[in-house]
């Protein structure tokens, strides 16, 4: 607290004590605060000998007796206040429960409050009951929380995990991501997905890293200043997850002879390609389609739906309500009205027209329930044309000045 905020507290005190009480009063009731004051029983200014009184008091007694006396003081928003306010979100697959519960016990064992912890699978560390997740991340979006990505290939084969990372991403004040051990790096869904694979993570089970990350908590949480402490919660986590069951390191989606060797320039990240001449590929038609101005907003938006919240397969058939929902969420987020939700099955049946997308996966009854992008275009998607680009801007720009349901 700054000097002139301290004294405008004190101040206030002072101007209701002098109203409220006699000099033995004040003695009185200061006296039961601890403070030592004069054996006198009147003086010739009660403002200013409560304020000569608590001059020298700790700031956190002053707050106290402010409250006490249910004065109205604003009380400066400090470093401590920001750190006990942020919560920390873990976001994971329900399959790795065993990863983030062991998460969990370790931050709570450095320090960290147990009501700044969102992890679901734990009832004790869950959102509130009766909330969906996604509403409630989107709620969050004020108050940035602090996700921690628990990335496996169980994550990126949940649905719901990919909507999750979406939503997470969009509201996230910091982020680290933290893979478990049989995650493969250069998984294509990890290298294509929301997240950024160039940042910096590490595996849950690497002690050294561990220790790093603990310490990057700091700026943002209150961690115990007792480094021996610290240390033994670390080497009790590693022995935990020693325990667990050994599992094979495949990611999903990848095959184990596969290597993707990673080389990025920083001219290939930044610099917008431009779109290719017409040709007799479906892909070269939708981007000519594209300049020519003959896509409907829900066959771009789509494609940015996709690309936000990390996903290259779509529910259809009984599965398409549950899409039209993650879409609705998603539009939420991004202060777009229901153009994409609305015409989710036009869009969808406009792809499949053109042979963007393909089925995945059938019902029982050998009905379609999914589809999935065609190799080609989940590449194409990794780098996107300029001229894409700017059509998204200029969708959103036009379905914002024609109002938001809400």
């Known amino acids: 607290m700054n000097p002139k905020d301290r004294l405008g507290i004190i101040t ?96 709570t064992g450095i320090g960290i409050k147990s009501e700044q912890i969102i992890f679901t699978s734990n009832s004790a560390f869950g959102i509130p009951i009766g909330q969906n997740i996604f509403n409630w991340l989107k709620d969050r979006i004020n108050e940035k929380p602090y996700v921690i990505y628990l990335l496996s290939p169980e994550y990126y084969s949940s649905v719901a995990c990919l909507n999750e990372m979406g939503a997470a991403w969009v509201i996230e004040n910091q982020h680290s991501m933290i893979f478990t051990p049989n995650f493969k790096l250069d998984s294509y869904e990890f290298q294509n997905g929301a997240l950024d694979p160039r940042e910096i993570g590490f595996y849950i089970n690497n002690e050294d890293r561990l220790t790093g990350f ?32 050994k599992e094979s390191i495949i990611s999903s989606g990848t095959k184990e002879t596969e290597k993707i060797e990673l080389k990025f320039k920083p001219e290939e990240i930044v610099k917008p390609k431009t779109v290719r001449s017409t040709s007799k590929s479906v892909i070269d038609r939708y981007f000519n389609d594209l300049n020519n101005g003959k896509l409907k907003d829900e066959e771009v938006l789509i494609i940015q739906y996709v690309i936000d919240t990390a996903r290259y397969k779509l529910g259809t058939g009984w599965q398409e309500s549950n899409e039209q929902e993650n879409i609705k969420v998603w539009e939420d987020l991004n202060e777009l009205n229901n153009t994409l939700s609305q015409n989710y099955s036009t869009a969808l049946r406009r792809l499949d027209m053109r042979k963007l997308i393909e089925v995945s996966d059938f019902t029982s009854h050998g009905n379609p329930k999914e589809y999935q992008f065609i190799e080609e275009m989940q590449n194409e998607l990794l780098d996107l044309p300029q001229e894409f680009l700017d059509k998204v801007i200029e969708i959103k720009e036009r379905i914002s000045e024609e109002g938001l349901p809400f």
Request: with cysteine; proline share 2%.
């Open 214 to 245: 603990i310490e990057s908590l700091k700026e943002a949480f209150e961690i115990s200043p007792n480094q021996v402490l610290i240390n033994q919660k670390c080497r009790d986590f590693i022995h935990q997850l020693e325990a667990f069951p």
């Open 12 to 107: 206030n005190i002072a101007l209701h004590l002098q109203e409220e009480y006699n000099t033995s009063g004040i003695n009185m009731l200061l006296e039961g605060y601890g403070i030592k004051t004069e054996n006198i029983t009147s003086v010739s200014s009660k403002r200013a000998y409560v304020i000569n009184l608590l001059k020298s008091e700790k700031e956190e007694l002053i707050i106290n007796i402010a409250k006490d006396l249910e004065l109205e003081i604003e009380l400066p928003i400090t470093k401590t206040t920001e750190k006990s306010n942020m919560k920390i979100f873990i976001s994971h697959s329900s399959k790795n429960a065993n990863y983030g519960n062991a998460l969990v016990q370790l931050l």
